[in-house]
């Protein structure tokens, strides 16, 4: 296993008191600390082959493994070996069966005609109702059930980028934060509550913003699409006030509001700005917007912003249902000492999906997930956007 990237404090390579898997794939940082010295904020990161999948399926089915009151998941797509399948049912069995664990599961249900991208998920309704927990699909038709959360014991919060695939585990990056605060708990709570009652995502996210003290740091909870536009604006607005860093990973970048501070940053050089996007999504971003005009004035911003600031591009494998997926997936914004980290792609479209972001104000949290962009954006060239030069037509 690589080298865990220090932190605060050495945590051992067992399950500690507190039920958390030795997860250390690619670097991770201990974060922050609460004062008795109990690390109440861990990051870990995920590199295109940096880790091994069996290692990531320990990590989650040891998450599960230290449940003894409830685990509630929202995740968007289950697809995984019939050994690793076999291996997390069990869990959930046991966790259910022995221990009287609440085990509950909100999934994505898609919708006939629904649009192929991004890539739809594979959980089977019918079989996941066979299973002895509960589950709840929420419908695609206003927008993609897109969160990849679990809630344990109301207490801890595993969230970030990561799907429940190998593909996701193996070939792509991908971020996972794992949060021990009540607080924070009870605001995850509240948004399950509403996918849990939900036919649809429109009528979700609605939970307020509010910041919790995490071990010294300010962490604010996100949901969407509720709060997607305010989101959006508070990650713009961050990018806008940032005197020494902007550091971006996100698949694509195509919010107005974003956009738009990033061209200003960028063209007056404001601050230290560069990310990592994944190239062969941005040509499909800006096919779309040539081919449908609506969106048009944006091309000429995004092309500002991979073309003024040391932007890179992963050039992924174009979906198909057969291929490899393996996307540049990490969706991470760092500016100066505040990080923003979920499933929320920097995305219109991130807008208006059940997504989920915590805002972590704490420069230990932001300087390791700032290193690893730096990182991910030194594996790959630099990103080739289109020629915009016709980009106006219509």
């Not at 230290?66 to 076999?86: K, T």
């Not at 990849?148 to 190998?166: A, F, H, M």
């Not at 990033?262 to 601050?271: D, M, P, Q």
Request: proline share 7%.
């Amino acid at each position: 296993m690589p080298p865990r990237t220090a932190g605060r404090r050495a945590r051992p390579s067992t399950l500690d008191r507190r039920g958390r898997p030795p997860f250390s794939p690619a670097g991770r940082v201990s974060g922050v600390e609460a004062r008795e010295g109990d690390v109440v904020i861990d990051v870990y990161t995920l590199h295109d082959r940096g880790q091994d999948p069996a290692e990531v399926a320990d990590a989650l089915i040891g998450f599960f493994a230290g449940a003894h009151e409830s685990l509630h998941a929202a995740v968007y797509d289950i697809r995984v070996s019939d050994e690793v399948e076999a291996r997390g049912r069990a869990e959930l069995r046991r966790a259910a069966d022995e221990r009287g664990v609440d085990v509950r599961l909100v999934f994505e249900l898609e919708e006939e005609g629904r649009d192929p991208l991004p890539a739809p998920p594979r959980t089977d309704p019918d079989e996941l109702g066979a299973e002895r927990f509960p589950s709840h699909g929420v419908s695609t038709r206003d927008g993609l059930m897109h969160h990849k959360y679990v809630i344990r014991d109301g207490r801890t919060v595993w969230t970030g980028s990561l799907n429940w695939t190998e593909d996701s585990w193996h070939r792509q990056e991908n971020v996972v934060v794992v949060i021990d605060s009540e607080e924070l708990a009870y605001a995850y709570a509240l948004n399950f509550h509403e996918l849990w009652n939900a036919e649809t995502v429109e009528t979700t996210g609605d939970v307020e913003p509010r910041p919790v003290d995490v071990g010294g740091a300010a962490v604010r909870p996100w949901f969407c699409p509720g709060h997607g536009e305010e989101l959006a604006h508070r990650i713009a607005k961050h990018i806008g006030k940032a005197k020494r860093r902007v550091r971006i990973a996100s698949p694509v970048i195509t919010s107005g509001p974003i956009l738009g501070t990033l061209v200003e940053v960028v063209n007056e050089r404001r601050c230290d700005v560069a990310g990592v996007v994944d190239d062969t999504q941005v040509d499909e971003v800006f096919l779309q917007w040539r081919t449908n005009g609506v969106s048009a004035w944006k091309i000429p911003l995004l092309h500002t912003v991979l073309t003024g600031a040391p932007f890179s591009g992963k050039e992924s494998t174009r979906w198909s249902p057969t291929s490899v997926h393996d996307f540049m997936h990490a969706k991470v914004v760092v500016c100066d000492d505040t990080a923003f980290v979920g499933s929320f792609n920097l995305s219109r479209s991130g807008e208006r999906n059940a997504e989920n972001v915590v805002e972590i104000r704490d420069s230990q949290v932001a300087s390791r997930l700032a290193d690893y962009i730096d990182e991910v954006r030194a594996a790959y060239p630099p990103a080739t956007p289109p020629d915009t030069r016709h980009a106006r037509s219509g």
